[in-house]
């Protein structure tokens, strides 16, 4: 089941809007994943040669964790908390930050790493993971959302969609891969890949990071995942630049996409871009199967 929503705005002005225009999308997919909910928002760039991480750790005094951070890393640590979450931002490289979170006391899970992307996601109704977030407040250039039906596995947090593999990659999958196992034990022996989860989604996220390090565009690494990535699929996936779509060749997973001037989206189904301003003017349609779909700056 699970629902998946996408907003790329083309129109710098609508910049300041982007969680209010993105907030009832999502909130219309809870009949299709009511379970858990999570989305990823693409903010202004960190300052040049700093990065941020996105943690979790229900409870945890943020204030102390950031003085921690800024003595053993040797560098200032700002930490800026939402609710369960947490960005931490340093002039480090990313994955040193990521390292010294997941090795903390106590330990902090990682949603997301790179310079402009942040993942949040928690347990419980969309509309209630959105308001403790203050996603409707949220400003940005793209969000990518995902709402979760747990049909094969337990309900948790660390299920839930986003998956991030990469600085500033996300991905979120409605459907079913069968040969994620075996990629993913391949990608950790021969790649150097880290996995947090046994979720097939995050697999799909860590294969579109590899082809990437490889010098591939996200449109070619999509392409190659035609090949590589067996099972049924709707990818909405978000990088730096924009957000692409993507639909096995079967593609009996439902996604509908709608464009005008100002922006770009696509859900699981209509209803949930039928709030978005001038979607009576769009161009709408259903994805073609197997046929890559990318919008962005580059």
Same mark, same amino acid.
């Given at each position: 089941m699970c629902?998946?929503?996408?907003?790329?705005?083309?129109?710098?002005?609508? %910049?300041?809007?982007?969680?209010?225009l993105f907030a009832p999308m999502l909130t219309e997919m809870t009949e299709r994943g009511p379970d858990s909910a999570g989305l990823a928002v693409y903010r202004d760039q960190a300052p040049t040669g700093r990065v941020r991480v996105t943690v979790r750790a229900p409870g945890v005094d943020w204030h102390a964790t950031g003085e921690r951070a800024s003595s053993e890393l040797g560098t200032p640590v700002t930490v800026t908390p939402m609710a369960t979450h947490a960005v931490l931002e340093a002039a480090v490289d990313g994955e040193v930050l990521r390292d010294?979170?997941?090795?903390?006391?106590?330990?902090?899970?990682?949603?997301?790493?790179?310079t402009t992307l942040e993942i949040y996601k928690e347990i419980g109704l969309p509309a209630a993971v959105l308001e403790r977030f203050?996603?409707?407040?949220?400003?940005?250039?793209?969000?990518?959302?995902?709402?979760?039906m747990a049909t094969e596995s337990a309900v948790?947090?660390?299920?839930a969609h986003p998956f991030n593999t990469g600085d500033d990659l996300c991905l979120v999958h409605n459907g079913s891969l069968s040969n994620h196992h075996r990629l993913r034990d391949?990608?950790?022996?021969h790649q150097g890949l880290k996995f947090q989860t046994e979720n097939d989604s995050e697999?799909?996220?860590g294969?579109?990071?590899w082809r990437l390090m490889q010098g591939a565009t996200i449109a070619e690494a999509l392409e190659a995942g035609l090949r590589d990535l067996d099972g049924f699929y709707t990818f909405a996936v978000g990088t730096r630049d924009?957000?692409?779509?993507? %639909?096995?060749?079967?593609a009996c997973k439902p996604a509908v996409m709608a464009e005008t001037d100002d922006w770009v989206a696509m859900a699981s189904e209509f209803r949930a871009l039928a709030r978005l301003p001038s979607v009576d003017d769009a161009v709408v349609w259903e994805p073609r199967p197997g046929q890559v779909y990318s919008w962005g700056r580059a």
């Open positions: 629902g998946i929503v996408g907003l790329y705005l083309k129109n710098p002005e609508l %910049r300041t809007r982007l969680g209010s010294w979170a997941q090795a903390g006391d106590p330990p902090l899970r990682v949603t997301s790493s790179g203050g996603v409707p407040q949220m400003s940005g250039t793209h969000m990518i959302g995902h709402t979760r948790t947090t660390e299920g391949w990608l950790r022996e697999v799909a996220a294969y579109l990071t924009g957000f692409s779509v993507l %639909r096995d060749p079967i």
